[in-house]
Antibody, heavy 118, light 112 residues
């Protein structure tokens, strides 16, 4: 059974760095073809893909966030991470991690709400 | 970036009815490997999105055959037949053909 669970700080202040963790089970990020992605959704709005990391350590980033994103993984502990630097109120959203296979998001976590506020 | 345009924005349906949702991409979604990476997701109220259809027309594990996907190139359709109460929510199309992956703005399915 594939499960994913996101964790984060809940609330942080503008200009800080957001650190998110995706803990998963039921698959390994060392398996060929498997990737984990981060997607976010501001309240009442649509979905925005942020970044992907794959089994062989290839990475993809959404250029709309320029150089603010860093994705990484800990294969031994079944975790993936996302850092977003210099956050502002526009980064307030629910952040999801998802297992990606065949370029589709087959399994999603429950999401973690991140609020950026002074 | 590939822009995904969904229509309509919202849809009212009677239980047992049939609906279609359109999704158009600003560029062809045919990948160099010949596959077309167009997926459909449903987000029920208060829940995470769930995968319904991948690669245009393939139903994900456990998805009812009342859901069907079709299309090619830049023009895609999701059809839902015999609508049930559990089908209500927001439907998104998404493309995985090229980075950055992008999604449509969503179509809200409501009861008439």
């Amino acid at each position: 059974q594939v499960t994913l669970k996101e964790s984060g700080p809940g609330i942080l202040q503008p200009s800080q760095t957001l650190s998110l963790t995706c803990s998963f089970s039921g698959f390994s990020l060392s398996t060929s073809g498997i990737c984990v992605s981060w997607i976010r959704q501001p309240s009442g709005k649509g979905l925005e893909w942020l970044a992907t990391i794959c089994w062989e350590d290839s990475k993809g980033y959404n250029p709309s966030l320029k150089n603010r994103l860093t994705i990484s993984k800990d294969t031994s502990n079944n975790q993936a991470f996302l850092k977003i630097t210099s956050v502002d109120t526009a980064d307030t959203a629910i952040y999801y991690c998802a297992r990606e296979g065949s370029r589709t998001f087959a399994y999603w976590g429950q999401g973690t709400l991140v609020t950026v506020s002074s | 970036d590939v822009v995904m345009t969904q229509t309509p924005v919202s849809l009212s349906v009677s239980l047992g009815g049939q609906v279609s949702i359109s999704c158009r991409s600003s560029q062809s979604l045919v990948h160099n490997n010949g596959n077309t990476y167009l997926s459909w997701y449903l987000q029920k109220p208060g829940q995470s999105p769930q995968l319904l259809i991948y690669k245009v027309s393939n139903r994900f594990s456990g998805i009812s055959d009342r859901f069907s996907g079709s299309g090619s190139g830049t023009d895609f359709t999701l059809k839902i037949s015999r609508v049930e109460p559990d089908d209500l929510g927001v439907y998104y199309c998404g493309q995985g053909t090229q980075y950055p992956y992008t999604f449509g703005a969503g179509t809200k399915l409501e009861l008439k």
